[in-house]
């Protein structure tokens, strides 16, 4: 049998679990700050109370299966979670709304399954699309209107009231239907030009959400540039996404330009923080490259033909169902080994 021949040593010092899961952390906080700054407080409220729900939720189920309860929680996986959700939710979105999505994702989607390493789909994704199909209302209507933080946003007190209310709507004027939601139901009656005219544009492709997505996107080359995850599944999400839009979508008098998929709404961050989970994504690089081809393709499948105008959850969701068969038919190769030639036997000989 016939090895390839590496210097060594082939090991090097692996990160912890919870290390990993703190530069994640640190890498989504500007898109956090963009979220603050251009869409007023309530996605940092979100945060920190998914982030507290969270590990509480985490406590409590460790504490019913006897398991050490300190040593679980300073993973920080469920502070991920609870952020993810936190940036995820829409900003003026009940506090319950929020609290379910996080019980459901941590109780239901990861410890019922085993806990960290154990959970087949993403936890944060299941929450989301759970409160999404059971509270549509509060899910959709709660949307801050773009506005930036010392200019026209609600104060942090009224904010905070609004999502402590318990109501499923807040007032009109704090609330407007995001952009891709907006092109996705006027399209049909209105054009391009027409359509974009509504003041959730702006001057730019997407009031504020150009620069939430920038600021996700800026984090999440940390997160390559660290190592923390490899750049083959945000690549192929992209491209995925981005080759459906100019095959289908280059008529904007019809759908929605590739500018709008790729900077309104959780485009970047579901490219680079959550399609990356390494728990329920495919593992080795031809397989993250299918995975995360899929994932763009179906987000623009649903966008563009489906009842939802931001895909990522349903996207994720669905290609982890897929998972388990992409591992199967893409094994990594054997440290070592070369791959195995291709051709007829015996060709190249003599």
């Known amino acids: 049998m016939a090895f390839a021949q590496q210097s060594s040593p ?30 007023g407080w309530g996605n940092l409220i979100n945060v920190v109370w998914c982030i507290a729900v969270a590990v509480a939720s985490e406590a409590a189920i460790l504490k019913l299966r006897n398991k ?23 900003q003026f979105a009940p506090w319950w709304v929020s609290g379910i999505a996080v019980i459901s994702a941590i109780v239901m989607a990861k ?25 549509p209302v509060a899910m959709t209507t709660n ?21 402590a209310s318990a109501q ?16 996705k139901h006027k399209i049909g009656s209105l054009t391009a030009a027409e359509v974009t005219s509504h003041p959730s544009f702006g001057d730019g492709v997407a009031r504020g959400w150009e620069w939430v997505n920038a600021a996700f996107l800026a984090g999440g080359l940390v997160l390559i540039g660290l190592r923390i995850i490899t750049w083959h599944i945000p690549v192929s999400f992209l491209a995925g996404l981005g080759v459906m839009s100019l095959a289908f979508g280059s008529n904007a008098d019809q759908y929605a330009p590739l500018s709008l998929h790729l900077l309104a709404g959780g ?22 490259l299918i995975y995360g081809a899929g994932i ?39 440290y070592g080994h070369h791959k195995a030639r291709r051709g007829a036997p015996g060709r190249n000989q003599g």
Not at 26 to 32: E, F, I, T
Not at 274 to 282: E, F, G, L, R
Request: aromatic residues 14%.
């Open 10 to 39: 082939h090991a090097r010092r692996a990160r912890s679990t919870s290390q990993v899961m703190l530069w994640v952390i640190l890498a989504a906080l500007p898109g956090l700050l963009a979220q603050t700054l251009f869409f």
């Open 68 to 90: 050490p309860i300190a040593f679980f929680l300073k993973d920080n996986t469920a502070a991920v979670t609870g952020l993810l959700l936190g940036l995820s939710l829409p």
């Open 111 to 135: 410890q019922l399954y085993g806990g960290l390493g154990s959970n087949p789909f993403n936890p944060a994704m299941v929450g989301y699309a759970l409160v999404l199909i059971s509270f």
């Open 143 to 163: 949307w801050a209107e773009p506005a930036l933080l010392w200019q026209g946003a609600p104060s942090f007190t009224d904010t905070l009231q609004a999502i």
């Open 168 to 183: 499923q709507t807040v007032v009109d004027g704090w609330t407007m239907a995001t952009p891709l939601d907006e092109y």
């Open 267 to 288: 485009t970047m961050l579901g490219a680079f923080f959550i399609a990356t989970d390494p728990v329920s994504a495919a593992t080795s690089h031809q397989g993250k």
């Open 296 to 334: 763009g393709v179906l987000i623009y499948l649903i966008r563009t033909w489906g009842s939802y105008p931001d895909a990522v959850a349903f996207s994720v969701l669905l290609m982890n169902f897929a998972v388990p068969f992409i591992d199967h038919y893409t094994p990594p190769r054997t």
